[in-house]
């Protein structure tokens, strides 16, 4: 059985020779006997040393590594995208280069896939960085986007070559693709774990990144975007009607008590709401792939 490791890869010069050593040692279980794994390194435009890297240990175990790299920087999505389109694996891995998210756990999520599960989520019980806006997405999108993911989120991943090619088929533009996985409805089992302080470079993920992530998942997975705007139409409706009641029962009175600010408010909303939907429809009718290959570095 052929595994394969995709680590899409951004400004990681720094983890990655860690990251390739601890991963080389896990090969040593004896649950990997008998298979074969490669690992998918994928450079989404890195602005470090991460794709010479990423050559060196290519150079060092020119049989196991694959390397794809991006036009410019994409999105660490679409990265896992590309990886799992240039993955050959019949098992898969999802992980980080950053090692807040242990490799170590993969070989008993392999056990679990050896033992019949298509899916093998690594949720995080607890967190290291204690991220205040993490800990809340995750509250959220399990309370109103997905319902049957695990507590805590998470990002490391193991899934079967039909979930990779199910995924691929779906190629969906600005979404979550790690959470589109568990969208798909496969019974999965979750192994707990703490996940570790960030030990090399800083965090890629800015303000702004974060929120287009948070836009991104609840637009493609859950209804709130819809009941706002329904919400303001009858709450509009509702308004409307109070003071139209109000004029025709009161002589004299001021058009100007309507509160047109309130009305702008309710007004804006709707339109920025609508006008987000139809930015989706936008991208989707453009066909533009989510991400350009410059180049692929194949194994030997």
């Known amino acids: 059985m052929n595994i394969s490791i995709i680590i899409p890869c951004y400004n990681n010069a720094e983890s990655l020779w860690e990251l390739i050593n601890r991963l080389k040692k896990i090969e040593e279980n004896q649950v990997f006997n008998a ?4 690992y998918v390194f994928v450079d989404d435009k890195s602005e470090d040393d991460t794709y010479t890297i990423q050559q060196e240990i290519k150079a060092k175990y ?26 050959q694996g019949d098992c898969n891995v999802y992980l980080h280069a950053d090692l807040q998210d242990p490799p170590e756990l ?6 679990h896939y050896l033992n019949g599960y298509k899916l093998v989520i690594a949720n995080r019980s607890e967190r290291a960085d204690n991220s205040i806006f993490s ?8 309370h109103f986007a997905i319902k049957d993911i695990p507590k805590g989120g998470f990002d490391l991943v193991l899934f079967d070559s039909k ?29 707990p774990y703490n996940r570790e302080e960030r030990k090399y470079g800083k965090s ?9 992530l948070f836009v991104d998942t609840f637009f493609s997975f859950g209804n709130i975007p819809l009941w706002t705007i329904r919400f ?32 702008s408010v309710l007004i804006s909303l709707m339109l920025l709401i609508i006008g987000e939907y139809i930015s989706r ?8 792939p989510n991400f350009i290959v410059e180049k692929v570095i194949d194994s030997e």
């Open 62 to 87: 020119p049989n196991q590594i694959k390397i794809i790299k991006l036009t410019r920087n994409f999105g660490s999505y679409n990265s896992f995208l590309a990886g799992m389109i240039y993955a």
């Open 281 to 288: 429809v936008h991208e989707s009718v453009r066909k533009r």
């Open 232 to 263: 303001s139409f009858v709450l509009l409706v509702i308004y409307l009607f109070v003071k139209l009641l109000i004029v025709m029962i009161t002589p004299g009175y001021d058009l100007e008590k309507l509160e047109i600010p309130f009305l």
């Open 106 to 111: 993969i070989p008993s999520m392999f056990e």
């Open 204 to 212: 890629q993920w800015k303000f702004f990144a974060k929120a287009k």
């Open 163 to 191: 979930i990779r090619e199910e995924i691929v088929a779906i190629s969906e533009k600005n979404t979550n693709n790690v959470y589109l996985i568990s969208w798909l409805g496969y019974p999965y089992v979750n192994i």
């Open 135 to 142: 800990n809340l997405y995750h509250i959220m999108v399990k």
């Open 35 to 38: 298979h074969t794994i490669e």
